[in-house]
């Protein structure tokens, strides 16, 4: 009978593999806290898009040729690029045939928080839109010469941006 004998490394070489192997447990450790305690991965990644959490203006405009509307979607449009707010900016355009507060209405549907308006046809609809009743939480502007009720006038001359800014603004909504 033969008896099997373990294999016997010497000291010397056991030393050697325990000291290898703390070096490479080492270096993963220094690799995985260089690597791992990334402090962008413990927060949420950001939006692809914000249109839903924006604050949403719309503009209405009449198939009526109105020299203020270049000039008022020129004035959104530089609003929603300042930034530093998220205002999101769409055009309307009334259809000839579309009743004017059915319109409206939609609009109000689709979330827009403030209605900006231009041409004669889109401030009718408007007008038409709040006698029947202020929608809640939308705020209506008619870039005008004349008021429309309940509605808050923008004088043509001197739309702006900045002018927008205050009436559009937040995201609070009345």
């Keep these: 009978m033969t008896a099997t004998t373990a294999p016997h490394?010497?000291?010397?070489?056991?030393?050697?593999?325990?000291?290898?192997?703390?070096?490479?447990?080492g270096v993963i450790g220094?690799?995985?806290?260089?690597?791992?305690s990334d402090?962008?991965?413990?927060?949420?990644?950001?939006?692809?898009s914000h249109v839903d959490t924006a604050t949403r203006a719309?503009?209405?405009?009449?198939?009526?040729?109105?020299?203020?509307?270049?000039?008022?979607?020129?004035?959104?449009?530089?609003?929603?690029a300042g930034g530093t707010s998220s205002v999101?900016?769409?055009?309307?355009?009334l259809p000839?045939?579309?009743?004017?507060a059915t319109y409206v209405n939609t609009l109000v549907q689709l979330r827009c928080?403030?209605?900006?308006?231009t041409g004669a046809g889109a401030r009718a609809a408007v007008a038409t839109t709040l006698a029947a009743g202020h929608p809640r939480g939308v705020r209506f502007a008619v870039v005008a010469d004349r008021p429309v009720a309940e509605a808050t006038r923008v004088d043509p001359g001197s739309v702006s941006?900045?002018?927008l800014a205050g009436l559009i603004g937040g995201r609070e909504r009345p």
């Design 9 to 25: 490394l010497s000291r010397t070489r056991l030393w050697t593999l325990v000291g290898a192997a703390a070096a490479v447990a």
């Design 30 to 36: 220094v690799l995985v806290w260089l690597f791992g």
């Design 39 to 48: 402090p962008a991965a413990a927060r949420p990644p950001r939006p692809v």
């Design 58 to 80: 719309c503009l209405l405009t009449s198939t009526d040729s109105d020299p203020g509307v270049a000039r008022t979607w020129a004035a959104m449009r530089q609003l929603a």
């Design 88 to 93: 999101v900016v769409q055009r309307y355009r």
């Design 96 to 100: 000839d045939e579309a009743d004017g």
């Design 113 to 117: 928080s403030t209605i900006v308006s």
């Design 161 to 163: 941006a900045q002018a």
